[in-house]
């Protein structure tokens, strides 16, 4: 990494932590009983948010090697049309490196996706985390000379797991929530 390009990446990250402390401070001088926060929450925090945002962004590269080793060797991903329960089960369970690596490579048969990752709730103890992450995923490819468009609200249900000094997904359970399957107009820029 260019020695420019890793200095702003620093203060970037410096900055997100000035500005967690103090909505920390926010809020406790607001009256709202929130836990004391330390450096090392935060930097675990700031590096799972970047793992949830990776994902997300070697998906949408269709760098399915890349999105896999986001994954512990035996990582495990579930996925589930709505909630899980005891009568919902998985559709499909995808267990270690390389047979994540050919269930991500299934996106190469859309011409575009992006996935827009919204909130994340994260409890974190020690080495280890869980969470939920909502995401809206958006897919086009082409059917009978129309462009299609599917918009997916999903939602996953992670652990973590911190090796190495760097965290991982150990697990993801990724719910289909909804989806909307349309045909898609699209239009020139500056139209």
């Known amino acids: ?33 929130t836990k004391a926060i330390t450096l090392n929450e935060v930097a675990d925090r700031i590096s799972i948010k970047e793992l949830i945002d990776g994902y997300s962004h070697y998906a949408d590269r269709r760098d399915a090697e890349a999105q896999a080793n986001l994954f512990t060797p ?31 490579a299934t996106l190469k048969k859309y011409d575009v996706t992006m996935h827009f990752n919204g909130q994340s709730d994260i409890q974190l103890s020690g080495d ?19 462009r299609i468009l599917m918009t997916i609200g999903i939602r996953y249900y992670d652990t973590f797991v911190r090796s190495d000094g760097k965290w991982f997904f150990a697990k993801r359970k990724l719910i289909f929530d909804w989806t909307d399957r349309r045909v898609s107009t699209p239009r020139n820029p500056g139209e």
């Open 1 to 33: 990494m260019k020695p420019l390009k890793k200095i702003k990446l620093v203060i970037c990250q410096v900055l997100s932590i000035i500005f967690i402390i103090s909505i920390a401070d926010l809020t406790y001088a607001q009256g709202i009983k």
């Open 74 to 104: 035996d990582g495990i991903i579930e996925i589930y049309e709505g909630e899980p329960t005891v009568t919902n089960k998985p559709k499909a369970v995808l267990k270690g490196r390389e047979a994540l690596k050919n269930g991500f």
């Open 128 to 146: 280890t985390a869980t969470g939920e992450t909502y995401c809206l995923a958006h897919q086009f490819w082409n059917e009978n000379n129309q």
